[in-house]
């Protein structure tokens, strides 16, 4: 079964940046549509943005701009480029497939900015 694992959150300031990472035990970006979802405290998990097989990248709203998705399919490996960090961005960010998550839900990491 397919595993992922999200790394790279921590503690940044308003207007920082961090670089997440997906990894997958298997060769799952080359078929499958990806996306990075977060979930803030009380709130539901909300898709954030994807990627298709064919490299079309969306994004919502709140993130458009300041946040980048792509992989690296040789290295199992997707990425969340995140600029000019805002407090409401705060969350427990996972990936999976998109638009239905296939896949078990990894751990996440944990993003937290501060004003």
């Known amino acids: 079964q397919v595993q992922l694992v999200e790394s790279g959150g921590g503690l940044a300031q308003a207007g920082g940046s961090l670089r997440l990472s997906c990894a997958a035990s298997?060769?799952?970006?080359?078929?499958?549509?990806m996306g990075w979802y977060r979930q803030a405290p009380g709130k539901q998990r909300e898709l954030v943005a994807s990627?298709?097989?064919?490299?079309?990248?969306n994004y919502a709203d709140s993130v458009k701009g300041r946040f980048t998705i792509s992989r690296d399919n040789a290295k199992n490996t997707m990425y969340l480029q995140m600029n000019s960090l805002k407090p409401e961005d705060t969350a427990v960010y996972y990936c999976?497939?998109?638009?239905?998550?296939?896949?078990?839900w990894g751990q996440g990491t944990q993003v937290i900015v501060s004003s």
């Open positions: 990627i298709t097989t064919g490299g079309k990248t």
């Open positions: 298997g060769s799952i970006f080359s078929i499958n549509a």
């Open positions: 999976n497939t998109y638009v239905v998550a296939q896949y078990g």
